[in-house]
Nanobody, 121 residues
Framework: QAQVQESGGGLVQPGGSLRLSCAAS????????ADWYRQAPGKERELVAA???????RYADSVKGRFTISRDNAKTTVYLQMNSLKPEDTAVYYC???????????????WGQGTQVTVSS
């Protein structure tokens, strides 16, 4: 059973940067597509960034120009580069990875347990 793990969260000052990573806990063929979501206390989970199998990317308006989603060449890790962080970016960030376990298998969606990002001085 594949699982997805996020890493890279932490405490950062306003204006700082963090890079989140999302990878499977077992050997996989590829991450076909992936989404990063976040959920702040008392708020609904929202889509932050997405990358498709064709490397098309989209972003929430609130993070455009500051966040960048990418994937490594092996397509086994997805990243979220977050620059110019603001206090309102504080949330738990979740990865939803659509994983091809084998080259012949259809992608299956897996959620990570989340990583906390806190932006505060």
């Amino acid at each position: 059973q594949a699982q997805v793990q996020e890493s890279g969260g932490g405490l950062v000052q306003p204006g700082g940067s963090l890079r989140l990573s999302c990878a499977a806990s077992v050997s996989i063929f590829s991450i076909n597509a992936a989404d990063w979501y976040r959920q702040a206390p008392g708020k609904e989970r929202e889509l932050v960034a997405a990358i498709t199998s064709g490397d098309n990317k989209r972003y929430a308006d609130s993070v455009k120009g500051r966040f960048t989603i990418s994937r490594d060449n092996a397509k086994t890790t997805v990243y979220l580069q977050m620059n110019s962080l603001k206090p309102e970016d504080t949330a738990v960030y979740y990865c939803n990875a659509h994983i091809n376990r084998y080259s012949y298998s259809r992608p299956i969606s897996y959620w990570g347990q989340g990583t906390q990002v806190t932006v505060s001085s």
